[in-house]
């Protein structure tokens, strides 16, 4: 009889997937879209984020508990359950996608450095890049999640950021709680935008196989649907781990979007289109040490979203192509999905080289994550939905109504996004 479920562990050690998931999805790309927002609209977006919230982390919760329930992530339910071409469409464009914002992520990683210390950013971004696959590969699974998920706490610069300038927070509050929309173009795409950096693909996939592999390397753990009587605790563990890993984002977001209200927005520095140059905007504005702090969590935050979008695609991949996957697998017992990590980040390299002006490959970037979401979204509530999949784990009314509004939501703004295109 397998046991009734793992001991009891610290509220520390309770945090793992989530955490770190919610804390990628603030990577350098989105700390550009969140410091646009802020920068051009002040603080009337800041509704965004708390409404982003529960929509965050109904999807999230979904797909963590799909790993959890079947051993596999998202892309291996696809393919045992729908048809190959499908799964093809959605895993290759999201390879697509992940490795262009991956090579986006680097240059604002080595832009950042290059503000701070000089010297050359294309040498800095091969050696993040190096670096990033290095440890992914080689360093213990045990060790490698706890540096993910330390590295999470970098991005409490941007707390310490908002708190060190003059932020008037009554102003912050009223338009957190008061939504305060106008219907002008821009607004409305600044909105689509920070709802597409915000509830991205990548992550389904990663938290899903994240939790598939945690899983398999206790041995005191079982799929839930081969031990149901490990279903309480470890759900309870994947709802508070989501919930506080995509409020922890969120809530970083909004202190990007309050900081870049007050300093930027402030001063008329309206146009910010990269994090490296939100950071080079706010020295003459808040000060050398406001423009350090900024640009470090730009790079410290760089170091844990590479290895997540690089790791979402391989295992997108590998569970495809039914190859032995996972962090916690040796390198040689899973060549396939480590050489599939290292050679998206070998094109992530070279994409700051010899690819299309950073911007336009992230306009393309969100325009392929958009065909991919809507879609992938309909299919994870789908499956969480059927009892051959999910056996008697199929979703409560209340995360089934949070799940599909997010879904809803999503195909709204992506129509909206090509409308305005």
């Given at each position: 009889?397998?046991?009734?479920?793992?001991?009891?562990?610290?509220?520390?050690?309770?945090?793992?997937?989530?955490?770190?998931?919610?804390?990628?999805?603030?990577?350098?790309?989105?700390?550009?879209?969140?410091?646009?927002?802020?920068?051009?609209?002040?603080?009337?977006?800041?509704?965004?984020?708390?409404?982003?919230?529960?929509?965050?982390?109904?999807?999230?919760?979904?797909?963590?508990?799909?790993?959890?329930?079947?051993?596999?992530?998202?892309?291996?339910?696809?393919r045992v359950h729908y048809p190959a071409w499908l799964l093809y469409a959605i895993v290759g464009l999201l390879?697509?996608?992940?490795?262009?914002?991956?090579?986006?992520?680097?240059?604002?990683?080595?832009?950042?450095?290059?503000?701070?210390?000089?010297?050359?950013?294309?040498?800095?971004?091969?050696?993040?890049?190096?670096?990033?696959?290095?440890?992914?590969?080689?360093?213990?699974?045990?060790?490698?999640?706890?540096?993910?998920?330390?590295?999470?706490?970098?991005?409490?610069?941007?707390?310490?950021?908002?708190?060190?300038?003059?932020?008037?927070?009554?102003?912050?509050?009223?338009?957190?709680?008061?939504?305060?929309?106008?219907?002008?173009?821009?607004?409305?795409?600044?909105?689509?935008?920070?709802?597409?950096?915000?509830?991205?693909?990548?992550?389904?996939?990663?938290?899903?196989?994240?939790?598939?592999?945690?899983?398999?390397?206790?041995?005191?753990?079982?799929?839930?649907?081969?031990?149901?009587?490990?279903?309480?605790?470890?759900?309870?563990?994947?709802?508070?781990?989501?919930?506080?890993?995509?409020?922890?984002?969120?809530?970083?977001?909004?202190?990007?979007?309050?900081?870049?209200?007050?300093?930027?927005?402030?001063?008329?520095?309206?146009?910010?289109?990269?994090?490296?140059?939100?950071?080079?905007?706010?020295?003459?504005?808040?000060?050398?040490?406001?423009?350090?702090?900024?640009?470090?969590?730009?790079?410290?935050?760089?170091?844990?979203?590479?290895?997540v979008l690089a790791g979402a695609g391989a295992y997108a991949l590998g569970e495809v192509l039914q190859w032995p996957t996972g962090l916690d697998r040796k390198p040689r017992d899973?060549?396939?999905?480590?050489?599939?990590?290292?050679?998206?980040?070998?094109?992530?390299?070279?994409?700051?080289?010899?690819?299309?002006?950073?911007?336009?490959?992230?306009?393309?970037?969100?325009?392929?994550?958009?065909?991919?979401?809507?879609?992938?979204?309909?299919?994870?509530?789908?499956?969480?939905?059927?009892?051959?999949?999910?056996?008697?784990?199929?979703?409560?009314?209340?995360?089934?109504?949070?799940?599909?509004?997010?879904?809803?939501?999503?195909?709204?703004?992506?129509?909206?996004?090509?409308?305005?295109?």
């Amino acid at each position: 009889m397998p046991p009734l479920g793992p001991p009891r562990k610290s509220f520390l050690a309770l945090l793992g997937p989530g955490l770190i998931t919610g804390a990628s999805d603030d990577d350098p790309s989105g700390i550009a879209t969140y410091s646009q927002a802020g920068a051009q609209f002040g603080y009337s977006l800041c509704w965004v984020m708390l409404a982003c919230f529960p929509l965050m982390a109904a999807i999230q919760e979904i797909s963590a508990r799909i790993g959890r329930v079947t051993g596999q992530g998202i892309a291996g339910n696809i393919r045992v359950h729908y048809p190959a071409w499908l799964l093809y469409a959605i895993v290759g464009l999201l390879l697509v996608a992940n490795i262009i914002n991956l090579g986006a992520d680097l240059g604002a990683m080595g832009a950042a450095l290059h503000l701070l210390a000089g010297g050359s950013t294309g040498l800095y971004v091969a050696a993040f890049a190096v670096f990033c696959v290095c440890l992914e590969i080689y360093a213990r699974y045990d060790s490698y999640t706890a540096i993910l998920k330390w590295s999470s706490f970098v991005l409490l610069a941007y707390v310490a950021l908002a708190l060190v300038v003059r932020i008037p927070w009554l102003t912050v509050l009223k338009n957190t709680l008061i939504p305060n929309i106008t219907l002008s173009k821009d607004y409305i795409v600044t909105i689509v935008a920070v709802l597409g950096t915000t509830i991205t693909p990548y992550c389904f996939f990663w938290q899903s196989s994240e939790e598939a592999s945690d899983e398999r390397i206790d041995p005191a753990a079982r799929t839930l649907i081969e031990a149901p009587a490990q279903a309480p605790a470890q759900i309870r563990r994947i709802r508070i781990d989501t919930l506080i890993g995509m409020g922890y984002s969120n809530l970083i977001a909004l202190f990007i979007i309050v900081s870049t209200a007050a300093t930027l927005h402030a001063h008329g520095a309206t146009n910010i289109q990269t994090s490296a140059q939100a950071a080079e905007a706010l020295r003459p504005i808040a000060g050398i040490f406001t423009f350090a702090l900024f640009s470090a969590g730009i790079i410290g935050i760089g170091l844990l979203a590479v290895p997540v979008l690089a790791g979402a695609g391989a295992y997108a991949l590998g569970e495809v192509l039914q190859w032995p996957t996972g962090l916690d697998r040796k390198p040689r017992d899973a060549q396939a999905f480590y050489a599939t990590i290292a050679i998206s980040t070998l094109i992530g390299i070279a994409i700051n080289f010899v690819g299309p002006d950073p911007m336009k490959a992230l306009f393309w970037s969100a325009v392929i994550n958009g065909i991919v979401a809507v879609p992938l979204m309909a299919m994870i509530m789908l499956m969480s939905m059927r009892s051959d999949i999910m056996g008697p784990f199929t979703l409560p009314r209340p995360l089934l109504a949070l799940g599909w509004l997010c879904t809803v939501t999503m195909a709204v703004s992506v129509g909206i996004m090509f409308a305005t295109w």
